[in-house]
């Protein structure tokens, strides 16, 4: 009978909705929503990104909307170092670059 009773009270909870692989899937969701909100670096990282964004553009209205590659390297070389192509990534989307005269353009959206 105790068989019988065990049997029952698993049957009575999947009838339920509240199954063993629903309590596992709760445990992995649970587990994944306490690892991304203790995550701050990812925001610091984009914030880290905005910065150089934000610096890189306004150097370039300074110098008139356009600065030659070997000026705008030289001047960023050393707050860029350590992530090279995220720096070219960003000059990218903020610049046209003209290879005959090897300068970058401010684009009209960034004005």
């Known amino acids: 009978m105790e068989g019988d009773s ?7 909870n999947y009838f339920q909705g509240e199954t063993s692989s629903d309590s ?3 445990a992995i ?3 994944k929503q306490k690892k991304d909100t203790g995550m701050s670096s990812g925001v610091q990282l984009r914030d880290k990104n905005v910065v150089c964004t934000q ?13 030659f590659s ?3 390297c ?4 050393k707050e860029c170092k350590e992530d090279w192509v995220q720096f ?5 989307k903020l610049c046209h670059y003209d290879r005959l005269k090897m300068e970058w353009h401010l ?3 960034y004005w």
């Open 88 to 92: 070219r990534a960003i000059l990218t």
């Open 6 to 12: 065990s049997a029952k009270l698993h049957q009575k």
């Open 74 to 77: 030289r001047k960023f070389k």
């Open 29 to 31: 969701h649970g587990r």
């Open 107 to 109: 684009k009209d959206e």
């Open 55 to 67: 610096r890189i553009r306004d150097y370039v209205v300074k110098s008139g909307g356009k600065v």
């Open 24 to 26: 596992v899937l709760a």
């Open 70 to 72: 070997d000026v705008i």
